[in-house]
């Protein structure tokens, strides 16, 4: 990322950065879509993620993290890397409720990264992790452009199911992390016919 200089982080355990090769994965499969996009990073810990897309080219990025002392390392490794301020938002809250103000405001993003604190395995029984709650999200599916994609991280013991609204386009696996691109389902045009006539 900006010439391979690393980014700061915190000490201790209450960060997980994506693992390097994950997110080069990741990246490597996005290819040209990064250049130009609008994109939400949630649950951005370090900011890897959504600085690496800002230093790849989308015009804009908005990154939600809940901790203070995680935001304070986003802003400081937004001034060592050079990027640009001015196509960078810092928003110190929780994602969902992130979610729900700013899908009340205009402005639709072309990508949504996700890399939330990995979930305890489900072991058959239905995943409650922050991965599977942001994939339910009406929200998100509102605030993702036509043609957007999500890419959305979780640890391969967590059973997350895709729902019906999302198309699967991708899955990246990589040690314990799993990484999917999902793109909203389209909905079939209306045929004309009058559903309520009989």
């Known amino acids: 990322m900006a010439g391979g ?22 990246f490597n499969s996005l ?4 250049d130009g996009a609008s994109v939400l990073d949630l649950f951005s810990g370090t900011g890897a993620l959504g600085l690496e897309c800002l230093s790849r ?23 060592r890397l050079g990027l640009p301020k001015d196509r960078h938002e810092l928003r110190v809250q929780d994602v969902f409720a992130a979610l729900r103000q ?13 890399d939330p604190p990995f979930g305890p395995k489900t072991a058959g029984k239905r995943s ?8 339910e999200a009406p929200e ?14 979780h640890a391969r013991r967590d059973g997350v199911k ?12 990589h040690g314990d992390s799993v990484f999917r691109m ?4 389209l909905v079939p045009a209306a045929s004309g016919v009058d559903q309520e006539s009989t």
């Open 5 to 26: 200089r690393l980014l700061q982080a915190p000490k201790g355990l209450t960060v997980r950065p994506t693992p390097d090769l994950v997110r080069q994965a990741v």
């Open 31 to 34: 290819g040209s879509v990064v």
């Open 57 to 79: 080219g989308a015009s804009r990025v908005v990154s939600v993290e809940l901790s203070g002392v995680h935001a304070r390392y986003i802003r400081e490794n937004v001034l």
């Open 102 to 114: 700013l899908a009340s405001l205009p402005g639709r993003f072309d990508l949504v990264m996700a």
């Open 128 to 135: 409650e992790s922050a991965s599977q709650r942001l994939m």
């Open 140 to 153: 998100l599916g509102v605030l993702l452009a036509e043609g957007g994609l999500l890419v959305l991280g």
């Open 162 to 173: 895709v729902p019906e609204a999302w198309e699967e386009r991708r899955v990246l696996e």
């Open 182 to 185: 999902l793109a909203r389902r």
